[in-house]
């Protein structure tokens, strides 16, 4: 129980919030050097539409490129609908991770659906692409910009139609960064206990200075899959001023320290944190991603 599985989200969450456009080469570096630095999990981009986020216009080139170069590596990728999935599953990837949000207003927001819309739209991939592993993101799990904060009794009752027609992970996600320790532990435990059979990860933002702790907590719950960015970059636009996501480096050295088991190189990782903040434009959400059907997907 001392080990803990890093999922980086950085090349998905981090690099959709950068307005300039980054080179193909400059993330397949980057994803090289998490792999080199021991990282195992990767969420690669997001199958959305270009219109929506210019920055993962090369979603299908830079999955093929990841897919054909390290076969056998858990490459994942971000989809908001069946079209995405679609693209997903041809560049070679057969894990995806699908977004709905915990709160209504966001979730017409985010990806411009109704909780049924979002559900139907499950469904259809789900019979589509039975072979595809599937991971549901639920963004505002803690807390919402428009509904404020979340409740144990709120989740549980989300999450019964989705256990119920066959899913099996559910990340939770502090997408505005509003959560607390508290929170994390009381939201784990009632979800735990109703869903024994969930594979639960956390991503958790770190807009008040609260990732760490609040990860730790989950940990400390008994959730093994954690999800950061290198360098901590990103962030939500509908947090003004929020420092981003965890950042990796950090939360890998901290465990590393506290004894758990990582197989994680933290030196290999500072370096290459440095590396992608001098190769990367610094975080910048440009303009409000929030507005086309194909939807943003932020989490």
Not at 23 to 29: A, H, I, N, S, V
Not at 131 to 144: K, S
Not at 148 to 176: A, H, M, Q, W
Not at 208 to 220: F, P, Q, S
Request: aromatic share 8%.
């Amino acid at each position: 129980m001392r080990n803990i599985e890093v999922y980086e989200v950085g090349p998905r969450d981090g690099f959709q919030s950068v307005g300039e456009y980054i080179p193909l080469e400059t993330k397949f570096q980057i994803i090289e050097g998490l792999l080199s630095a021991g990282i195992e999990h990767i969420q690669i981009t997001s199958f959305v539409s270009p219109k929506s986020i210019p920055q993962m216009k090369d979603a299908k080139d830079l999955a093929s490129k990841c897919a054909k170069n390290h076969p056998g590596t858990d490459f994942f990728a971000l989809v908001p609908n069946l079209r995405g999935a679609e693209a997903a599953w041809e560049s070679g990837l057969k894990w995806i991770t699908y977004v709905v949000s915990l709160s209504e207003s966001h979730n017409r927001a985010n990806i411009n659906r109704s909780h049924k819309d979002s559900y139907t739209e499950l469904q259809k991939i789900l019979k589509t692409y039975a072979q595809m592993d599937i991971c549901l993101d639920v963004a505002t799990t803690f807390g919402c910009p428009f509904e404020g904060k979340k409740s144990e009794e709120d989740i549980l009752t989300f999450l019964k139609p989705y256990v119920d027609c066959g899913i099996r992970t559910v990340n939770l996600c502090d997408t505005i960064g509003i959560a607390n320790p508290v929170q994390v532990r009381n939201t784990i435990d009632a979800v735990r206990n109703e869903y024994p059979s969930l594979d639960l990860q956390v991503h958790i933002h770190d807009t008040r200075n609260m990732g760490m702790v609040n990860t730790l907590a989950a940990i400390e719950h008994g959730v093994r899959k954690v999800q950061s960015t290198l360098g901590g970059l990103g962030g939500c636009p509908y947090a003004p001023g929020a420092s981003g996501n965890l950042a990796t480096e950090d939360l890998v050295f901290m465990l590393s320290e506290m004894g758990y088991e990582m197989n994680i190189d933290v030196p290999k990782m500072i370096e290459l944190s440095k590396y992608q903040a001098e190769a990367v434009p610094k975080g910048k959400f440009s303009g409000h991603l929030y507005t086309v059907a194909e939807g943003n997907c932020n989490v």
